[in-house]
């Protein structure tokens, strides 16, 4: 036979073989495409797991708020990170101690099982894997043969898409623990008091053996029920009997839920940016700052008679990190639930700054031009001063400080509003304009109020102000807070940092509030550069200042946005601010020019930012007044000298305008001579020895001596 007809008849054979072959290898590739096809078409539903509450951190790591998973279940992604290991260990002793070694479905527990079930003539146990128990949490079925063999093909696709730590993080997210109660956390959290980092020994078996019966050993009720499973898996994993507690805890408990406007915009925040890691919100918040800021918001609002509430924020100016957010009252309180913080509200005059600081880039004012406060039309548009006066000539500085409304629009004009509005928009901080259909953009109304904007942005643009005219996106986040000198990357050059100084300048020397003493009264108090706002109608009062560093922004109002008639920024919301700021100093937030010196009686023994208060009174018999200029005067000064004259005090008494001490040379028998060297609004303090002070505030006109036949006056 020649080698070519062996060769032949091995080809035909192997043909053949294939021909036999062929129908089964086919169906076998079939089924291969098929079951791949399905797994791919029909995954498990593993996103389940994905709706779960946060836990939310301050900046120390101390919890602030849990939140719910949506429906109201209490129910925490699990982190083996924060789980007590110990804890890991004794669950997979009792439910599945091949985990790691069986590929979703462990054949040799299916044969034990089945073994002593016909042995003892029933099912006496399962053989379900961690894996399958978590195939039907993620899909529950009645428990029947049909149901089994469903949880075990999803097992086997579960396996093909998540590593075993992946999967026991999925089960102990899910597994059931009574009632609404969900994943060990949150069990652990709601049972205990505590995370699940440091379980003890009873509470390890108490964790184990809920998932078997969650409802029958419920303890909160029934308590004996949840104590026997207890002790009978304390048994099983050899612990000693003297470990277990004699009763198990028969109570929930509520889980912490301070800060709640600050919570859900943290994780709002935290969910945008990609950072809410395994449920766990670590924030930039003072914990105990933002405590004591909530109460000072709550106690304003209870006292409120007219249903107003406020919302505060505290941002570090040079981060961008947020230390204290309050986004109302209190839940309880009028519209309690409304994050007013970021609500669009109309700002009233706290964008002037901003518009000033433009018009000092493009050079065409400076804190010493003088512009005209008088009466006046622009394009149609006729604003009017708060008091419905004009106070003629005035500086661009003294404008700012009395907030007049004419020389802002006019400024306004200079820069041009949509400039203006297109500048803050890259800034990040857009503004709300009216809707009237003709799509115009922003005017010159903005500059008193016409736009609005949320509290959470006129704190980012004042901060700005105080980073030097750089305006940097506010983050909730230490790992995304800018550095303070990376403008290119993190923040928007508003205005330059000589505009920005000189505009913080001004802020400093705006007049100070009733009942508290100019900063530059008291020793190491820095001034708080402030602007206050009043909305149209009264509708919306604000007040937002920097000092050292840290800028507060607070906004007082309805949060059904009702008008409050006679209640401006200045008498509503700047108080809260000041208090604001004293809290600070009291947890350490103080800049370090701040002094503590017993000795100087101009310092406030608890350490408030702006010292004593106007009316500080050591003892009663003591209490020192001014006599002249009363509180709310209008002098004609026609010799060029104001009288100043006080009663009462102790000792010599130390006179200042606007900050500013009075020339030892000027005193005349405890009162002082002082020359107004212009007309408007002045801020005179008198303080005795003691640190008593009263101050009243007076409008100062002087005399003309002659006119160039123009209208300008001659002095």
Same mark, same amino acid.
């Given at each position: 036979?020649?080698?070519?007809?062996?060769?032949?008849?091995?080809?035909?054979?192997?043909?053949?073989?294939?021909?036999?072959?062929?129908?089964?290898?086919?169906?076998?590739?079939?089924?291969?495409?098929?079951?791949?096809?399905?797994?791919?078409?029909?995954?498990?539903?593993?996103?389940?797991?994905?709706?779960? @509450?946060?836990?939310?951190?301050?900046?120390?790591?101390?919890?602030?708020?849990?939140?719910?998973?949506?429906?109201?279940?209490?129910?925490?992604?699990?982190?083996?990170?924060?789980?007590?290991?110990?804890?890991?260990?004794?669950?997979?002793?009792?439910?599945?101690?091949?985990?790691?070694?069986?590929?979703?479905?462990?054949?040799?527990?299916?044969?034990?099982?089945?073994?002593?079930?016909?042995?003892?003539?029933?099912?006496?146990?399962?053989?379900?894997?961690?894996?399958?128990?978590?195939?039907?949490?993620?899909?529950?079925?009645?428990?029947?043969?049909?149901?089994?063999?469903?949880?075990?093909?999803?097992?086997?696709?579960?396996?093909?898409?998540?590593?075993?730590?992946?999967?026991?993080?999925?089960?102990?997210?899910?597994?059931?623990?009574?009632?609404?109660?969900?994943?060990?956390?949150?069990?652990?959290?709601?049972?205990?008091?505590?995370?699940?980092?440091?379980?003890?020994?009873?509470?390890?078996?108490?964790?184990?053996?809920?998932?078997?019966?969650?409802?029958?050993?419920?303890?909160?009720?029934?308590?004996?029920?949840?104590?026997?499973?207890?002790?009978?898996?304390?048994?099983?994993?050899?612990?000693?009997?003297?470990?277990?507690?004699?009763?198990?805890?028969?109570?929930?408990?509520?889980?912490?839920?301070?800060?709640?406007?600050?919570?859900?915009?943290?994780?709002?925040?935290?969910?945008?940016?990609?950072?809410?890691?395994? *449920?766990?919100?670590?924030?930039?918040?003072?914990?105990?700052?933002?405590?004591?800021?909530?109460?000072?918001?709550?106690?304003?609002? +209870?006292?409120?008679?007219?249903?107003?509430?406020?919302?505060?924020?505290?941002?570090?100016?040079?981060?961008?990190?947020?230390?204290?957010?309050?986004?109302?009252?209190?839940?309880?309180?009028?519209?309690?639930?409304?994050?007013?913080? /970021?609500?669009?509200?109309?700002?009233?005059?706290?964008?002037?700054?901003?518009?000033?600081?433009?018009?000092?880039?493009? @050079?065409?004012?400076?804190?010493?031009?003088?512009?005209?406060?008088?009466?006046?039309?622009?394009?149609?548009?006729?604003?009017?001063?708060?008091?419905?006066?004009?106070?003629?000539?005035?500086?661009?500085?003294?404008?700012?400080?009395?907030?007049?409304?004419?020389?802002?629009?006019?400024?306004?004009?200079?820069?041009?509003?949509?400039?203006?509005?297109?500048?803050?928009?890259?800034?990040?901080?857009?503004?709300?304009?009216?809707?009237?259909?003709?799509?115009?953009?922003?005017?010159?109304?903005?500059?008193?109020?016409?736009?609005?904007?949320?509290?959470?942005?006129?704190?980012?643009?004042?901060?700005?102000?105080?980073?030097?005219?750089?305006?940097?996106?506010?983050?909730?986040?230490?790992?995304?807070?800018?550095?303070?000198?990376?403008?290119?990357?993190? *923040?928007?050059?508003?205005?330059?940092?000589?505009?920005?100084?000189?505009?913080?300048?001004?802020?400093?020397?705006?007049?100070?509030?009733?009942?508290?003493?100019?900063?530059?009264?008291? +020793?190491?108090?820095?001034?708080?550069?402030?602007?206050?706002?009043?909305?149209?109608?009264?509708?919306?009062?604000?007040?937002?200042?920097?000092?050292?560093?840290?800028?507060?922004?607070?906004?007082?109002?309805?949060?059904? *946005?009702?008008?409050?008639?006679?209640?401006?920024?200045?008498?509503?919301?700047?108080?809260?601010?000041?208090?604001?700021?004293?809290?600070?100093?009291?947890?350490?937030?103080?800049?370090?020019?701040?002094?503590?010196?017993?000795?100087?009686?101009?310092?406030?023994?608890?350490?408030?930012?702006? @010292?004593?208060?106007?009316? +500080?009174?050591?003892?009663?018999?003591?209490?020192?007044?001014?006599?002249?200029?009363?509180?709310?005067?209008?002098?004609?000064?026609?010799?060029?000298?104001?009288?100043?004259?006080? /009663?009462?005090?102790?000792?010599?008494?130390?006179?200042?305008?606007?900050?500013?001490?009075?020339?030892?040379?000027?005193?005349?028998?405890?009162?002082?001579?002082?020359?107004?060297?212009?007309?408007?609004?002045?801020?005179?303090?008198?303080?005795?020895?003691?640190?008593?002070?009263?101050?009243?505030?007076?409008?100062?006109?002087?005399?003309?001596?002659?006119?160039? *036949?123009?209208?300008?006056?001659?002095?």
């Amino acid at each position: 036979m020649t080698r070519g007809g062996v060769s032949a008849r091995r080809d035909a054979s192997v043909l053949s073989r294939l021909r036999r072959w062929s129908p089964a290898l086919a169906g076998l590739i079939s089924l291969v495409v098929a079951v791949v096809a399905l797994d791919r078409i029909f995954p498990p539903p593993i996103d389940r797991a994905d709706n779960a @509450g946060a836990l939310v951190y301050d900046r120390e790591g101390r919890l602030l708020h849990v939140t719910p998973a949506t429906g109201g279940v209490w129910r925490l992604p699990a982190d083996l990170d924060a789980i007590d290991p110990a804890f890991v260990a004794r669950l997979l002793e009792i439910e599945d101690k091949r985990f790691f070694r069986h590929g979703g479905v462990d054949p040799i527990a299916i044969g034990r099982a089945t073994v002593n079930s016909m042995i003892a003539g029933r099912i006496v146990s399962g053989a379900s894997t961690i894996t399958m128990q978590a195939a039907r949490l993620l899909e529950p079925r009645p428990r029947t043969i049909g149901s089994k063999v469903i949880e075990a093909i999803r097992a086997l696709q579960i396996e093909r898409r998540m590593t075993k730590r992946e999967i026991l993080e999925l089960y102990l997210t899910l597994t059931p623990y009574g009632g609404n109660i969900e994943g060990v956390r949150a069990a652990s959290m709601i049972y205990f008091g505590k995370d699940a980092a440091r379980l003890s020994n009873a509470e390890q078996a108490l964790l184990i053996a809920l998932p078997q019966a969650p409802e029958a050993r419920r303890p909160d009720r029934r308590p004996m029920a949840a104590l026997a499973g207890m002790t009978a898996i304390a048994g099983r994993l050899g612990m000693p009997p003297d470990a277990l507690p004699p009763v198990a805890p028969a109570r929930r408990r509520a889980p912490p839920r301070a800060a709640f406007h600050a919570t859900m915009a943290a994780i709002d925040a935290f969910e945008r940016d990609g950072l809410n890691r395994r *449920g766990a919100v670590n924030t930039t918040l003072h914990g105990a700052l933002q405590r004591d800021f909530e109460a000072a918001i709550s106690r304003k609002t +209870k006292a409120a008679a007219d249903g107003a509430t406020a919302a505060a924020i505290a941002v570090d100016a040079a981060t961008g990190q947020i230390i204290a957010y309050v986004g109302s009252g209190g839940l309880d309180a009028p519209g309690g639930w409304i994050d007013l913080a /970021r609500a669009i509200r109309s700002p009233g005059s706290t964008l002037k700054p901003f518009v000033y600081g433009l018009a000092f880039d493009d @050079g065409d004012l400076n804190p010493d031009s003088v512009m005209n406060d008088a009466p006046r039309q622009f394009d149609g548009y006729a604003p009017e001063n708060f008091d419905n006066r004009f106070r003629g000539e005035v500086r661009v500085r003294d404008a700012l400080r009395q907030s007049l409304n004419v020389p802002a629009v006019e400024a306004l004009q200079g820069v041009g509003a949509r400039r203006f509005g297109a500048s803050l928009a890259a800034a990040g901080a857009a503004l709300t304009l009216p809707t009237n259909g003709k799509g115009e953009g922003a005017g010159l109304p903005t500059a008193l109020g016409g736009a609005g904007i949320r509290l959470v942005d006129l704190a980012m643009l004042y901060a700005g102000l105080e980073r030097g005219g750089v305006v940097g996106p506010l983050t909730f986040s230490l790992e995304l807070a800018p550095g303070a000198s990376d403008e290119t990357v993190n *923040g928007y050059r508003l205005m330059s940092a000589a505009s920005a100084r000189r505009i913080t300048a001004i802020l400093k020397s705006t007049p100070s509030l009733e009942g508290r003493v100019p900063a530059a009264l008291v +020793k190491g108090a820095p001034a708080v550069a402030y602007k206050t706002g009043t909305s149209y109608g009264f509708r919306d009062a604000f007040a937002v200042g920097s000092a050292g560093g840290l800028t507060i922004a607070v906004w007082v109002g309805r949060a059904d *946005g009702a008008a409050r008639d006679g209640h401006t920024g200045r008498d509503a919301a700047a108080p809260v601010l000041f208090e604001l700021f004293d809290i600070a100093a009291r947890h350490g937030l103080a800049p370090a020019g701040q002094t503590s010196s017993d000795d100087d009686p101009h310092n406030a023994p608890d350490g408030r930012w702006l @010292g004593v208060t106007a009316t +500080k009174v050591l003892d009663e018999s003591r209490t020192i007044t001014i006599l002249h200029p009363a509180n709310g005067a209008e002098l004609f000064v026609d010799d060029g000298a104001v009288r100043l004259a006080a /009663r009462g005090g102790v000792g010599a008494v130390d006179w200042y305008v606007d900050g500013v001490r009075i020339a030892p040379e000027g005193q005349i028998s405890g009162g002082a001579l002082w020359m107004p060297s212009a007309d408007g609004f002045y801020d005179i303090t008198a303080v005795d020895a003691s640190g008593a002070s009263a101050s009243a505030r007076a409008r100062v006109t002087l005399a003309q001596v002659g006119s160039n *036949g123009d209208g300008a006056q001659l002095k």
